[in-house]
């Protein structure tokens, strides 16, 4: 495994944790560390993300419902995943940009760039199917 992978991690991991943190306390504020989308949501995941006044920074601890294991081509791969906290679909759509179950395979535009209007479509047509009543 890269030598940079789980440190990269935990540092991906903080504004979620201190999102976390202030919702707990019942605060308003924020903080924006852009690492923190190489970690991805796993609401059962065990992780813990607490401020260590003794390394003056966040320490992000793993349980073993963090990582998670795939088999891709006959190659076994593993994630880190930490927990935004319980969410609505609503929450995770809008704060974080996805909903649970909807994967964007196969979409690519002609150049074979990721194509963002088909990410956007296909997220709103899931959540509708999901929310509208007939």
Do not use: W
């Not at 495994?1 to 540092?11: D, E, G, R």
């Not at 560390?33 to 813990?48: F, G, K, M, T, Y």
């Not at 076994?76 to 996805?98: H, M, P, T, W």
């Amino acid at each position: 495994m890269n030598k940079f992978y789980i440190p990269l991690s935990i540092v991906a991991a903080a504004p979620v944790a201190l999102t976390i943190i202030a919702d707990s306390k019942g605060s308003k504020e924020a903080v924006m560390l852009p690492l923190i989308d190489s970690a991805n949501h796993l609401q059962e995941a065990d992780s813990v993300i607490e401020f260590d006044p003794s390394v003056d920074g966040f320490v992000l601890s793993l349980g073993r419902k963090c990582l998670v294991k795939d088999v891709d081509d006959g190659r076994e791969r593993a994630q880190v995943c930490i927990s935004y906290g319980v969410r609505k679909d609503s929450e995770l759509l809008l704060n974080y940009g996805f909903l649970r179950g909807v994967t964007m395979d196969g979409i690519k535009s002609d150049d074979g760039d990721v194509d963002r209007s088909q990410i956007r479509q296909r997220l709103a047509e899931a959540f509708l199917e999901r929310y509208s009543s007939d």
